[in-house]
T-cell receptor
Framework: DSGVTQTPKHLITATGQRVTLRCSPR?????VYWYQQSLDQGLQFLIQ???????AKGNILERFSAQQFPDLHSELNLSSLELGDSALYFC?????????????FGQGTRLTVV | TQLLEQSPQFLSIQEGENLTVYCNSS?????LQWYRQEPGEGPVLLVT?????EVKKLKRLTFQFGDARKDSSLHITAAQPGDTGLYLC???????????FGTGTRLQVTL
């Protein structure tokens, strides 16, 4: 158990819909990262928050957004969903915002868009 | 073009065999990490290497960081079914601590 909790584990939704994925980081970790894992693209970094502020952005689509709340949990919002958004979405947390650190991953949310 | 290329992409071997997987790049890194991801789970950190030429051992797993800090290898001795999973190398890039992952090597060890 990494200490990172993601909900829901599975999500099936239709094209055009909007979903919210939730992540609770390890106790004490201030950094939260979101990753997308698909078969053809591998594990791709989406966005990082540190103590409520956005710190780094990857190839995150404009239809996707995220935030980190005062209690440090984070949500990833995916809107106008397309079939190609079907993937595993992972949240990870770490104690630091910069430099070498270990990332602790949740079990992921498997999103299926039909 | 991927920053970190891993090879082979897939590997299916029998219990007891030895294997090596590679992580290559044209860039120089200050450190490199190896993660293992089992089905239905997120990646878990196995090791961090920081010095060129460094060798680290974790039971039957041996990790090496290239002298020029551009590549790394993972050698597994006497593989067991419990070693089955996706092996990912990763580096921290940019000013933040975000990880960029390699393309991955999917290992299956059968009895």
């Amino acid at each position: 158990d990494s200490g990172v909790t993601q909900t829901p584990k599975h999500l099936i939704t239709a094209t055009g819909q909007r979903v919210t994925l939730r992540c609770s980081p390890r106790s004490g970790d201030l950094s939260v990262y979101w990753y997308q894992q698909s078969l053809d693209q591998g594990l791709q970094f989406l966005i990082q928050y540190y103590n409520g502020e956005e710190r780094a952005k990857g190839n995150i689509l404009e239809r996707f957004s995220a935030q980190q709340f005062p209690d440090l949990h984070s949500e990833l919002n995916l809107s106008s969903l397309e079939l190609g958004d079907s993937a595993l979405y992972f949240c990870a947390s770490s104690p630091r915002s910069t430099g070498l650190t270990e990332a602790f991953f949740g079990q992921g949310t498997r999103l299926t868009v039909v | 073009t991927q920053l970190l290329e891993q090879s082979p992409q897939f590997l299916s071997i029998q219990e007891g065999e030895n294997l090596t997987v590679y992580c290559n790049s044209s860039s120089v890194f200050s450190s490199l990490q190896w993660y293992r991801q089992e089905p239905g789970e997120g990646p878990v950190l196995l090791v961090t290497v920081v010095t060129g030429g460094e060798v680290k051992k974790l039971k039957r797993l041996t990790f090496q960081f290239g002298d020029a800090r551009k590549d790394s290898s993972l050698h597994i001795t006497a593989a067991q079914p419990g070693d089955t999973g996706l092996y990912l190398c990763a580096v921290h890039t940019g000013t933040a601590s975000k990880l960029t992952f390699g393309t991955g090597t999917r290992l299956q060890v059968t009895l």
